[in-house]
């Protein structure tokens, strides 16, 4: 769910969130995804859960405000994201390609850190290949890897 911060749990196919002490959420004004609850909770659960996907079919800016990103540009990607900043501390963005390229995002103005990247790696290249991709969580000062699939991090 974008930029909630609650204790979910999701399955590798991305359709089925366990909510994990899960007191009380009220999803209003939400009307692009519906589905019904199910498995055990405690608390309230009302109204529906939004998943946004976001097509990224040109080069440009990675809208961090949604949380899945499928990059299904025919040639190489060239796409930014922005700082991570105290403002988005929390923000998870996951991002699959959906094509072979060679795709390629660079954080402005922050790093890239955790699995697979050092200090200072500002760039990450996609191997080329369908599913290559990562989920990063902005800590406020970085973007921090905890997911990685064929992605290479690179200071550029």
């Not at 040109?58 to 809208?63: F, M, N, R, V």
């Not at 405000?65 to 060239?78: F, G, Q, R």
């Amino acid at each position: 769910m974008p930029n909630l911060k609650l204790n979910v749990e999701e399955s590798p196919d991305g359709l089925t969130w366990t909510f994990v002490d899960l007191d009380t959420v009220d999803f209003s004004n939400v009307t692009t995804f519906k589905a019904d609850v199910t498995g055990d909770l405690t608390g309230d659960v009302t109204g529906v859960a939004l998943k946004t996907v976001e097509d990224n079919s040109e080069d440009g800016a990675i809208d961090i405000t949604d949380e899945y990103h499928l990059v299904t540009k025919a040639t190489a990607a060239a796409l930014t994201l922005e700082a991570a900043s105290t403002a988005n501390s929390g923000y998870v963005v996951k991002i699959k390609s959906t094509t072979l390229q060679a795709h390629v995002i660079t954080a402005e103005g922050a790093d890239f850190s955790g699995w697979g990247a050092s200090e200072g790696n500002n760039t990450a290249t996609f191997g080329g290949a369908v599913g290559d991709g990562l989920t990063l969580v902005s800590d406020g000062t970085n973007w921090i890897c905890v997911e990685n699939v064929n992605v290479t991090f690179t200071t550029v």
